[in-house]
């Protein structure tokens, strides 16, 4: 198996079409880990809209319990992308998705454009750091993929076409970036996560290296520090410099998705009914 056989398979299935196949394909075989580091950025993005870090806030969740929403919101996803959102696991997956937001009054242009961050990222992660370029099938499948979650979602007026989209995406972070107290707790709780995956000793780094992902619109809007001068320059190197070397590795034979990590809040394993905040239950 050559190491670019999947991609070549990827080419030739249509990306409306096959859209569940490519997402399958594309973020098990191809981007695994880039998936998951970009859907951490999309994450954070959101949290520089007021509204949106206003409920999470609001939730307390973050304060209590931040690596289980972190496990939570990152196995619904991997259900979804490895099974497919009409799927058995899928549908239990989305189902329990949609219960947890059920309880909470969120705008639907809030939910746009979260939607909109878990299309575009992992494109533009893979433009930068990904050991290749995502091809026009992908682009398109993932499109496709999320638009079709959003509408079992019940999200209205989603944009109709991929450009379409990216464009409402973008303007819409020039319009509702802003500096809020709420963005920089819930900022501070998601970088305190991240530095807790590594020993005492490495935290600082960490931090400077989540400084150094974010751009300066979404500095200002956590009220966050510029990053030590050498960091960003530092942190792009050491990504491009992996996607270089997964570049020679041989083709995965197996899927790997987040739910085939071994997980932090669920060691023991979990039941897709079970996953959100207990106390909504």
Known sequence: MGRFDILRQIQQLDPERDHVRIQHLSTGYEFPWDTVRALEVA???TYCVPSISALLDKTGEFRKRP?????????????????????????????RMNWAH???KIA????????????YEPIRWNERFGWRKMCEQEKLATYYFWREV??????KDIPPTYEEFERFSLAYERSKFRYEETNRRIGVATRDLFAS??????????????????????????????????????????LKMRG??????????????????????YPQGYEISKLGPPELA
């Open 102 to 104: 059920g309880h909470y």
């Open 108 to 119: 639907n242009a809030d939910f746009l454009y979260v939607l909109s961050t878990f299309i």
């Open 244 to 265: 270089k070397f997964v570049r020679l590795l041989p083709p995965r034979k197996a899927p790997h998705f987040f739910t085939d990590i071994p997980n932090r809040t």
């Open 150 to 155: 959003g509408k079992r979602m019940g999200i």
């Open 43 to 45: 994450l954070y993005r």
């Open 197 to 238: 995956w590594f020993p005492r000793f490495v935290a600082p780094f960490v931090r400077q290296g989540v400084y150094a992902m974010l751009d300066e619109s979404m500095l200002i809007a956590f009220g966050f520090p510029r990053p030590l001068p050498f960091m960003p320059a530092l942190v792009r190197f050491a």
């Open 67 to 95: 690596q289980r929403r972190y496990d939570d919101t990152a196995i619904i996803v991997a259900e979804m992308c490895e099974w497919g959102y009409d799927s058995e696991r899928g549908k239990q997956a989305l189902q």
